[in-house]
């Protein structure tokens, strides 16, 4: 849990769903859990990498609408980064309530990554980032790979069929009106979609280098070693 919450969102989808489990597991959740420990031990030298001067923040929200058979909740999953380098922050979550269609799943979804983007914004700030001091900065970006979700943030016009969550809709819309931008990602590249739901291999690898989790060697080369013996002693 430690490792999914601060240094690899590549498992959150898997620690996310066994964690449900915990407190009355089966022989396949230990088994799915020896799977991930296997997976983390084969990938121990894979680490996020951060850094640069960009400091715009974006981020990407996603659902996976009802595919759990137990209780039809659908998956959460966002996540935010600063410039070009890894994730930040990031989330694999049920959302708290049934959706009728993956319009409202991606919607629910979206209300968090908003939510999470304020929090975002004001530790900038508060950390003294010139750009977020700047009352007219431009607003934040937040992908989205349904297009029906992004017409419903941003159409004003309540329809019937989501009257019963026209309290994120208006949260929404008053933060996207003025301090947020949504901008359409088509599913093939959206990142989030790895947590959100899992995937094949392929798509996995393929999502896993676009957040950032690169190989690293850790060995320590002669150069490094005659480096560290130079170091004055304090």
Known sequence: MYLMICMRPDI????????????????????????????????????LCI??????????????????IIDRRSITGYLFCIGNAGPVTW??????????????????????????????CSLLKELQIPEYLDKNARPTTIYEDNQSCISLAMNPIHHARTKHIDIRHDFIRNHVDKEKHLEYL??????????????????????LKNVCIKHYDNTITPMMKVSMTELPNE
């Open 51 to 68: 850094g640069g001067n960009n400091v715009t923040l974006h981020g990407y929200s996603d659902a996976d609408w009802g595919n759990n």
């Open 12 to 47: 959150a989808v898997a620690v996310s769903m066994l964690s449900r489990f915990a407190s009355n597991p089966s022989p396949q959740h230990l088994q799915a859990a020896k799977c991930v420990l296997r997976y983390l031990r084969g990938t121990s030298t894979y680490s």
């Open 186 to 207: 088509p599913t093939a590249v959206m990142v989030t979609d790895s947590l959100a739901k899992p995937l094949p291999a392929p798509a996995f690898k393929y999502h």
């Open 91 to 120: 989330a694999s979550k049920r959302q708290p309530i049934v959706a009728l269609s993956s319009t409202e799943a991606e919607y629910m979804a979206l209300s968090f990554a908003t939510q999470e983007t304020i929090w975002l």
